[in-house]
């Protein structure tokens, strides 16, 4: 159970936060303004008010899955997600925020452009990130077995 639900928000926060780059990064190049302040105002809400629960969920069972294991990139992931969760708390949400009141007052300036920029960076360091942690996610499922099967594939 825990696995499964570990699983389901790991997968869920990281499609989330890649469909709110992909739609920004799309409706700013293609889309007209009401467009582009619709879509910064459906990531405030609801999509943040998902995405925060499923990195809440994903963190407090990642941890959980963690006492029971000495593997090395255990570690690894539990810094990654501090990253994640620094990133978003310090940077994602302001920016959310602070864009969609931005874009909802048609104020589409130099502000603006910069905010857009900062927080396509800090999304795609996210993606980028938990990309990572799913990729160890699944190392650590597969044991040091599939680590010495990995090697041997390697040479
Ligand atoms: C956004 C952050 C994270 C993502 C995207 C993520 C993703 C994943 C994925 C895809 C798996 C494989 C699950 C399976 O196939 O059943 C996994 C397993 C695991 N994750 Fe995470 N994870 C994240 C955060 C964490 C954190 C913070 C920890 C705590 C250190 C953690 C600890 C583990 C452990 C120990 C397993 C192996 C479970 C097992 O098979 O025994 N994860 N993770």
New binding site residues.
């Given amino acids: 159970m825990g696995?499964r639900l570990?699983?389901a928000a790991?997968?869920l926060?990281?499609v989330i936060v890649t469909v709110f780059c992909a739609a920004t990064l799309t409706v700013e190049l293609l889309g007209t303004r009401p467009q582009i302040a619709l879509v910064k105002q459906l990531i405030v809400f609801p999509g943040l008010a998902i995405l925060i629960p499923a990195?809440v969920v994903?963190?407090l069972s990642?941890?959980r899955?963690?006492r029971g294991?000495r593997?090395p990139l255990?570690g690894r992931?539990?810094t990654?997600?501090r990253l994640?969760a620094g990133n978003g708390i310090l940077i994602l949400v302001p920016c959310a925020l602070y864009l969609s009141h931005l874009a909802s007052a048609n104020r589409f300036d130099a502000r603006f452009a910069t905010i857009q920029g900062l927080e396509i960076c800090a999304g795609i360091t996210n993606i980028v990130l938990?990309a990572l942690?799913?990729r160890d996610?699944?190392r650590?499922?597969r044991g040091p077995q599939g680590d010495v099967a990995d090697d041997r594939g390697a040479r």
Avoid: F, P, Y
């Fill in positions: 696995k570990h699983l790991a997968l926060a990281t990195l994903t963190g990642g941890n899955l963690a294991h593997h255990v992931k539990m990654r997600m994640i938990m942690n799913i996610g699944l650590i499922r």
